[in-house]
């Protein structure tokens, strides 16, 4: 019991001495402002906390998630051609082809799909 203390003792001293020396000897001996502060999209975090986002930004983040892992959905695909037969790869692939189609269009209905601003 006393060793693992010991042991944990000493593995404690040389993380703050390894610390300290990284402290001590590293090239960045001044500190700038714009590099300690977070980054936050591009807008300063000091001043426009509150600053209004468009909504429009945010649904086209959406949209490009969710197309993101409709391929990450699509590629296991082609891998599951060569376990079921032919009809059982059709049905499935034209199952998730036409929910993703439909989605598409629920999109272009509500205007989500324009681009401009």
Known sequence: MY???F?????????????LLSIILSKKKFFDREKNSPFECG????????MP?????????VIFLIFDIEITIIL???YMMNLT???QFIFISFFFISILTLGIFHEWY????????
Do not use: A, D, E, G
Not at 7 to 19: A, D, G, P, V
Not at 43 to 50: A, D, E, T, V
Not at 110 to 117: E, F, M, V, Y
């Open 53 to 61: 986002f468009s909504l429009h930004f945010y649904l086209i983040t």
């Open 7 to 19: 042991l944990f003792i000493i593995i404690m001293i040389i993380c703050n001495l390894t610390m």
């Open 43 to 50: 807008f300063n975090p000091s001043f426009f906390s509150r």
């Open 85 to 87: 037969n032919f009809l």
């Open 110 to 117: 509500q205007n989500i799909l324009n681009w401009s601003l």
């Open 3 to 5: 060793s693992i203390m």
């Open 76 to 78: 296991p695909l082609f």
